[in-house]
C-alpha cells in the first residue's frame, strides 16, 4: 500500500472500531493526524533528518509513538490514551486499532479536541485577550516548576544551542538567504555570555520541557489550559531553558501583530518566576525562533514555489532583524 492509498484508507469511517464523523487530515512536516469526531490518530510519516530525526522505518515509529506518550502526559493525560497498530486484514482493508493482521503502521490515539480551542485559532478569530496570556504565562511557570532538571547538561547547552541554529544558517545559505551578518553576531553572543549560559543550567532553569510551545500547540477552554505535541524524536529539542520556551510564543504573538500582548506575556512569565536573567536572553531566543519559522517557510516556498510560503519567510525574517538589534 503506497501513501496515497494509506491516507485514503485512513479517511474511510470503515477503517476504525467506533463512529465516526466526516474524517478530516492535518498534516505536518513529519507527521498526519486524522481527525474522526471522537479521536484524533497520529501518523508519523516515514522521514529521516540526518541525526535530528528518525521515522525511516516502522519499528523507529512505534518506538517514537510510545515515547510521545511518555512526554506528552505529563502535559495532557487526558488526551493521549494509547499506541495503537494498524494493521491491513486478510480482507486487504485497513484496520485503525483492532483485528488480525500484517501491522503495516502505528498510531498514536488521542481523544480529539475542539479545534476552536487552539490558541492559533483564538487569535485568527481575534479573541485572543491580556487575561488569556496571563493565563499562558502562569500554566507555563507551573510546567517549569515540575519538570525534571536534566544531568550533565551545563556543558553542552551552549553548544547545542549554537549548533541547532547555525545548521539552519547554513540551509538559508544553500537557499540564497544571505545570513552570515546573523550568524556572526549569534555566535559571537554565545561565546561572550558562555558563563550565563552555564549559570541557567546551574540554577535549574534548563530541564525537560516542551520543545516548540507555539500558539498551535496550545488550548484554551474558558480557565483551563493545557499544551500538547511535546518533541519526542530528539531530546536535544526537548531539554531547554525555560526563556527559549517563553521566547516561542512571544514571538508567536508578535508575529501576529499582537506586541503588546506578547510583552504582557514575557512580563507576566518573569513577574511570577523571578527569573532575573530571563529578559536578557528573550530576544536572543525570540530571534532564534524567528529565524528557525522563517527557514521552514523559505525551504517550503523553494520546494513548492509557494508565494504565499515566501512572504511569510519574509515577514519571519523582518521579525528576526527586530531582535537581531535587541541583543
Given at each position: 500500500?503506497?501513501?496515497k ?53 516502522l ?44 501491522v503495516?503502521?502505528?498510531a498514536?490515539?488521542?481523544k ?79 561565546k ?40 519526542e ?76 510560503s ?18
Open positions: 500500500m503506497n501513501i492509498e494509506f491516507i485514503e484508507a485512513m479517511k474511510d469511517p470503515e477503517s476504525y472500531p467506533h463512529t465516526t464523523g466526516n474524517i478530516e487530515m492535518k498534516e505536518t512536516h513529519i507527521s498526519w493526524v486524522f481527525l474522526t469526531g471522537h479521536f484524533a490518530y497520529k501518523v508519523k510519516k516515514p522521514l529521516k533528518f540526518g541525526g535530528i530525526l528518525d521515522y525511516s522505518n519499528a523507529n515509529r512505534r518506538l517514537m509513538c510510545e515515547k510521545e506518550l511518555v512526554v506528552n502526559r505529563r502535559l495532557n493525560e487526558e488526551m493521549y490514551l494509547e499506541t495503537v497498530d494498524i494493521v491491513k486484514g486478510e480482507d486487504g482493508k485497513l484496520h485503525v486499532g483492532y483485528g488480525a493482521g500484517e503495516v503502521e502505528h498514536v490515539k488521542m480529539q479536541m475542539n479545534q476552536r480551542n487552539l490558541l492559533s485559532e483564538i487569535i485568527k478569530r481575534g479573541e485572543i485577550t491580556e487575561t488569556t496570556v496571563k493565563r499562558v504565562a502562569a500554566y507555563m511557570v507551573d510546567f517549569f516548576n515540575s519538570s525534571r532538571v536534566p544531568q550533565g547538561f551545563a556543558t553542552r547547552y551552549a553548544e547545542l544551542t549554537k549548533d541547532h541554529l547555525n545548521a539552519t544558517f547554513d540551509t538559508l545559505t544553500d537557499l540564497g538567504k544571505n545570513a552570515e551578518a546573523w550568524r556572526k553576531k549569534f555566535n559571537g553572543y554565545l561572550n555570555k558562555r558563563e550565563l549560559f552555564m549559570e541557567r543550567t546551574a540554577n535549574g532553569f534548563v530541564r525537560d520541557l516542551h520543545g516548540d510551545a507555539h500558539s498551535r500547540n496550545f488550548f484554551v477552554d474558558g480557565t483551563k489550559i493545557s499544551l500538547f505535541d511535546a518533541i524524536f530528539n531530546d536535544e529539542f526537548r531539554v531547554q531553558d525555560i526563556a527559549y520556551e517563553i521566547a516561542a510564543l512571544a514571538m508567536d504573538l508578535d508575529f501576529n501583530g499582537l506586541d503588546k500582548l506578547s510583552k504582557v506575556y514575557a512580563d507576566e512569565y518573569l513577574r511570577l518566576s523571578e527569573d532575573a536573567n530571563g529578559k536578557k536572553l528573550l530576544p536572543i531566543y525570540m530571534f532564534y525562533w524567528a529565524v528557525v519559522r522563517g527557514e521552514v517557510e523559505l525551504e517550503k516556498s523553494a520546494k513548492t514555489n509557494d508565494r504565499e515566501k512572504l511569510i519567510s519574509d515577514k519571519y525574517f523582518k521579525l528576526a532583524e527586530k531582535y537581531f538589534k535587541m541583543f
